[in-house]
C-alpha cells in the first residue's frame, strides 16, 4: 500500500534517528563546534582571567560563546544535504515540514551536547557556579530552543543560496538578538541574584513564537 | 500525440487502480531561460508512456513537476488515484521516481538508505520491502556495501529501486536507461512491463530501447538547443 | 505630475516652517528641530518595513511576482530611511547624552531594524533565481515580522530608557506646542507621501527591468 501520509511523527522520527546516526559517523558538525567552544573559551579564560564577580560580563561571555560556537555548525543540517545532493531524496521521502522538525530536533539535540561541555568548562574556568541552578537551567534550556527554532528555519533558507555557510551569521543574527538580549540579561540577573521570571517567559514565548510562524513557513522551503 | 493502445489483459489485473494525470498549459521558467514549452495531455493507468524531445526540452522538468519537486509558473497538473486528487505537496508520498539528479547518503549503506526511507515514510515490514526491492535491481548481494564503493550502473540500479520501495502508482523514470549495462537494461525492462500493467510509467528518454517499451509517446517540442531564438 | 512638485513644495514649506515659525522646547534648545527629520524618517522605516513584510506574506500566498517587487523596493528605501533616522538620532544623543551611542533601547531598536533590513537585502542579493529570491527573502521576511514586536516593544520595557517620549507617552497625550505639532505631522505626512511616490518609482523600474528581461 502506498503510504501518502509522509506528514507523520513516523518521518520525523525517522530523520532525527538519521542525523545522529550520521553525525555520530561523520563527527562532521559536533567536533568542530566542541573545538570551537573550547578554544575560544580558554581564549576568553587566558586574556581575562577569572572573573568570579564580574556577573555582567560572565552572562555575556557565555552567550557569545553558544552563540558562536553554534552558529558555527547549526547551518550544517541543511548545507550537508545540499552539498551532497541528498535534498531530493529526502524532498521524495518526507514532507517540508517533517523535513524542517526533525532537523530542529537534531539542532537541539546538537546544542544540548555541545553546551553540556561548554558550560561546566566554562563556569570552572571562571570560577563563577550559578547561585541557582534551576534559574541558570531554565534560561539555558529556554535559550537554546529559541535559538533552535530560529537557526533551523535560516540554516534551510541559507542552505539554498549562492553563499551558503558565510551569510549564516549575518543573517540569522537579527533573529537571534530578542534570545541574545533576554537571554544575556536573564543570566546576570541569575547571578546577581535577582528574578529571571520575565526573560524565561520572554525566551520561551518568543520561541513558541517562531515556531508556530515557522510550521506555516516549512511548506513554502523548497519548490525548486 | 498517438491514442493509448489498450492492452487487453492490462486492465484486467487484479491490482489494476484508477490513475489519472492531466497537465492543462503547463509550462516553466528559469528565469529568463524557458524550461518548459506550454502544453497539455492527459494520460490514465495502465500503461507507459515515454516523453521524448531533444535536449532542454523539459523532459526533467516535466518529471519533477509532476513528482511535486518543481512548482511550474504557468498552467498546472492533477493527479488523482481512485477518483481522489493528489495535491504537488503531497505527491512524493505516492509516485515513485528516479533521475539523474537523485543521490545517497555517501556515510551509509544500501540498505541503510533505503531503510531510512521506508522509515520516513512510515512503511510497514520495511526490512522485507527493502530486501525484496534491492533483489528486484539485482542488488541483493550489495546491500551492506557504503553507497560509496557503487559503481554509476549500480547507483542506477539502487535509484529504481528507491523508486519501487513503496509500491508507487505513478512511476517516473528520468533517463533510466544510463549507465546500465545489458543485464541492468533487462531488469529496468521487466519493471517498467512489470509495473506498467498495473499502474501508469512516465519515461523520460531519448533511448529507443526505453521508448519502445511505451504505448504512447509526449514529444516535447520547444526550442530546445536546436534552434535558440 | 503635479503631484509631484506639491510634494517637493509642500516639505520646502515645512522645512522653512521647522527652522523659522515653530518655537523650540525649552529643555531641548536648538535640538528640538531634528524632531521633524527624525521620527518622520523612523516612521517611514517602520512603516516601510510594514509594508515589505505584508507583501511578502502576500507573495507567499498569491505568487505574484507584483508582490515581491513591492517587498523588496520597501526594503530597500526602508533602509534609507532608517540610515537617516539612525545618523539624526545619534547626532541629537551626542548634543543631549554626551555621547553618539549608548545602546538605550531605542538605539537598539533602530539598529535591529537595520540588522533586518542588512540581513533581508543580503539574503535577496545571494539568490540568483527570480522565483526562489523571492519565496525565501519573503519567508525570511515574515520570520523577522515574528521577531519585530519582542524588539521592538518587549525590550525597551526590560531596560530603562532616556529617549523622550514625544507622540505616544505612558499617559497617552500630547505634550507639544501646537506650532511644532502642527509642523510635525505635516511632515510626517510629507514623509510618508515621499515614500509613497519613491517606492512607486522603484517598482515601476523593476516592472520594466522584468520585461526587457522576458522580451
Redesign the interface.
Known amino acids: 500500500?502506498?503510504?501518502?501520509?509522509?506528514n507523520?511523527l513516523?518521518?520525523v522520527?525517522?530523520?532525527l534517528?538519521?542525523e545522529c546516526?550520521?553525525e555520530w559517523?561523520?563527527r562532521y558538525g559536533l567536533n568542530a563546534a566542541l573545538l570551537f567552544a573550547v578554544t575560544s573559551l580558554t581564549g576568553v579564560s587566558f586574556a581575562v582571567g577569572r572573573l568570579t564577580d564580574r556577573s555582567d560580563v560572565l552572562s555575556g561571555l557565555l552567550w557569545i560563546v553558544l552563540l558562536f560556537a553554534s552558529l558555527a555548525s547549526l547551518s550544517h543540517a541543511f548545507v550537508r544535504e545540499v552539498e551532497?545532493?541528498?535534498m531530493?531524496?529526502l524532498?521524495?521521502?518526507?514532507?517540508?515540514t517533517?523535513i524542517a522538525l526533525g532537523k530542529m530536533l537534531f539542532n537541539l539535540v546538537f546544542l544540548a551536547v555541545l553546551e553540556l561541555v561548554t558550560v561546566p568548562l566554562f563556569l570552572l574556568l571562571m570560577g563563577a557556579p550559578p547561585p541557582r541552578w534551576d534559574a541558570f537551567l531554565a534560561l539555558l534550556a529556554a535559550g537554546s530552543l529559541a535559538l533552535g527554532a530560529s537557526a533551523t528555519l535560516v540554516g534551510a533558507l541559507i542552505a539554498q543560496t549562492r553563499g551558503r555557510g558565510a551569510l549564516f551569521a549575518g543573517v540569522s543574527l537579527p533573529l537571534l538578538l530578542p534570545v541574545l538580549a533576554a537571554a544575556v540579561s536573564g543570566t546576570r540577573a541569575q547571578w546577581a541574584g535577582g528574578a529571571v521570571t520575565s526573560e524565561l517567559r520572554l525566551l520561551v514565548a518568543y520561541a513558541v513564537a517562531t515556531l508556530a510562524a515557522s510550521l506555516l513557513l516549512y511548506?513554502h522551503l523548497w519548490?525548486? | 500525440m498517438s491514442a493509448l493502445r489498450e492492452e487487453t489483459g492490462a486492465a484486467a489485473s487484479p491490482s489494476a487502480r484508477s490513475v489519472r494525470l492531466e497537465a492543462r498549459d503547463l509550462g516553466h521558467r528559469?528565469?529568463?531561460r524557458v524550461g518548459l514549452e506550454p502544453l497539455s495531455f492527459e494520460v490514465a493507468a495502465p500503461g507507459v508512456v515515454a516523453v521524448t524531445g531533444s535536449n532542454g526540452t523539459g523532459k526533467s522538468t516535466l518529471l519533477k513537476i509532476v513528482?511535486g519537486?518543481?512548482?511550474p509558473?504557468r498552467g498546472g497538473t492533477t493527479l488523482t488515484f481512485d477518483g481522489r486528487v493528489?495535491a504537488p505537496?503531497?505527491r512524493?508520498?505516492?509516485v515513485g521516481?528516479a533521475?539523474p539528479?537523485?543521490?545517497?547518503?555517501?556515510?551509509?549503506g544500501v540498505a541503510e538508505?533505503l531503510s531510512?526511507?521506508a522509515?520516513?515514510?512510515?512503511?510497514p515490514a520495511a526490512p522485507a520491502r527493502v530486501a525484496q526491492s534491492l533483489e528486484r535491481v539485482g542488488l541483493g548481494s550489495r546491500a551492506g556495501d557504503p553507497v560509496a564503493a557503487l559503481s554509476s550502473g549500480m547507483v542506477q540500479r539502487l535509484r529504481l529501486a528507491?523508486a519501487l520501495l513503496?509500491?508507487?502508482?505513478l512511476l517516473l523514470l528520468d533517463e533510466p536507461g544510463s549507465h546500465l549495462d545489458d543485464e541492468g537494461r533487462a531488469v529496468l525492462r521487466s519493471i517498467v512491463v512489470e509495473q506498467g500493467r498495473a499502474t501508469l510509467v512516465l519515461i523520460a528518454t531519448n533511448d529507443e530501447r526505453e521508448w519502445g517499451l511505451a504505448e504512447r509517446r509526449i514529444e516535447l517540442a520547444g526550442s530546445g538547443l536546436g534552434h535558440t531564438s | 505630475m503635479i503631484a509631484r512638485f506639491v510634494l517637493l513644495a509642500w516639505v520646502l514649506v515645512c522645512l522653512l516652517a521647522a527652522f523659522l515659525w515653530a518655537p523650540l522646547v525649552p529643555t531641548l534648545g536648538e535640538t528640538t528641530r531634528v524632531l521633524y527629520f527624525h521620527i518622520p524618517s523612523a516612521w517611514v522605516a517602520v512603516l516601510a518595513l510594514g509594508w515589505s513584510m505584508l507583501h511578502s506574506l502576500l507573495y507567499l500566498r498569491r505568487r505574484d511576482v507584483e508582490h515581491d517587487h513591492q517587498a523588496a523596493a520597501a526594503a530597500e528605501i526602508g533602509l534609507l530611511f532608517c540610515v537617516g533616522a539612525t545618523v539624526s538620532g545619534s547626532l541629537w544623543a551626542k548634543a543631549m547624552w554626551g555621547s553618539y551611542w549608548n545602546w538605550d533601547p531605542r538605539e537598539t531598536s533602530i539598529f535591529f531594524l537595520l540588522l533586518i533590513y542588512g540581513a533581508y537585502l543580503a539574503l535577496r542579493s545571494a539568490i540568483?533565481?527570480?522565483?526562489r529570491r523571492a519565496r525565501l527573502s519573503a519567508i525570511y521576511s515574515a520570520a523577522a515580522f515574528v521577531a519585530v514586536p519582542f524588539l521592538m516593544f518587549v525590550v525597551p520595557r526590560i531596560y530603562f530608557t532616556l529617549h523622550p517620549d514625544p507622540i505616544i507617552n505612558p499617559r497617552g497625550k500630547l505634550d507639544m506646542d501646537p506650532r511644532i505639532r502642527e509642523v510635525f505631522f505635516a511632515m510626517l505626512a510629507g514623509f510618508t507621501a515621499l515614500f509613497y511616490w519613491v517606492l512607486s518609482l522603484r517598482v515601476r523600474i523593476a516592472r520594466l527591468e522584468r520585461r526587457f528581461?522576458?522580451s
Do not use: C
Open positions: 500500500m502506498p503510504s501518502g501520509g509522509s507523520s513516523a518521518a522520527w525517522a530523520i534517528h538519521k546516526r550520521s559517523r561523520t551532497g545532493h541528498t531530493m531524496l524532498r521524495l521521502v518526507a514532507s517540508p517533517a511548506d519548490e525548486d | 528559469y528565469g529568463r513528482a519537486l518543481l512548482r509558473s493528489v505537496a503531497r512524493p508520498g505516492w521516481y533521475g539528479e537523485l543521490a545517497f547518503y555517501s556515510e551509509f538508505n531510512f526511507a522509515a520516513a515514510r512510515g512503511l528507491f513503496h509500491e508507487p502508482m | 540568483e533565481q527570480e522565483e528581461i522576458e
